[in-house]
């Protein structure tokens, strides 16, 4: 059974790094799934920004948009890629969704991408994108991926930027795999790091306790001391 991922992204530049970013994601999708597994499909907002300014006033979508606009919500799955301006998506990529109707995308897990000229902006994947698809209901995987300019043609290292395009590829294609079982994955994925925090503030408590149990006895003795001075 082939699953359908609509890769949406609001580069406006040709050509553009969100496009780039796109076609890395789609090829380790096609690398990761089994033969005629996914279909990627792309949505380039820029080609579309008319239509959507045209229908944000007028409430009427023309076929390019209403065409994408269907597909994003018959997808099992999407790719969204913005590019980040003053620390957050950018406009033509929120209007885009701000079309998109309530409930189109509910269930529907999300692979979050975003481009930059600096590391800095890194954030922004989880403190500005993560929040409107959870508003919309969808289920972003675990990792998001932002890759800054200087990142482009880097060595592919653990924790470099095409480790990180495999490992959110492979956590959406998981996704599509378990269908509901969305929630349990995340869950599952995210487990280790908590138990592994849990331990080390249990180990950082205990060594807390003992430095109050060295200081009060120290100043025990000293009391001690002092005591039997003449």
């Known amino acids: 059974m082939t699953v359908t991922i609509a890769a949406v992204h609001a580069g406006l530049g040709v050509p553009s790094s969100s496009r780039m970013l796109v076609d890395r994601i789609a090829h380790h999708l096609a690398h990761q799934a089994g033969p005629g597994e996914v279909a990627v499909e792309v949505i380039e907002l820029r080609e579309l920004a008319g239509q959507i300014a045209n229908h944000l006033v007028t409430g009427y979508a023309e076929p390019e948009l209403d065409r994408a606009l269907k597909l994003i919500a018959a997808a099992d ?131 807390e306790a003992e430095k109050r149990a060295e200081h009060d006895g120290f100043a025990a003795l000293m009391q001690q001391f002092a005591g039997e001075r003449p």
């Open 77 to 207: 799955g999407i790719v969204a890629v913005t590019p980040i301006f003053n620390a957050s998506y950018a406009g033509l990529f929120k209007s885009f969704f701000d079309l998109v109707e309530a409930e189109a995308i509910s269930g529907t897990p999300v692979l979050l991408g975003a481009t930059g000229g600096t590391a800095r902006h890194s954030l922004a994947v989880d403190f500005a994108m993560r929040p409107l698809f959870a508003y919309l209901k969808a289920l972003p995987v675990a990792t998001g991926i932002f890759a800054a300019t200087e990142e482009w043609g880097g060595k592919n290292v653990e924790g470099g930027l095409e480790h990180r395009i495999a490992r959110g590829a492979g956590e959406l294609l998981a996704a599509l795999r378990r269908g509901t079982g969305q929630a349990e994955g995340t869950a599952a994925q995210v487990a280790p790091t908590i138990a592994a925090t849990a331990a080390d503030f249990t180990t950082g408590a205990q060594r």
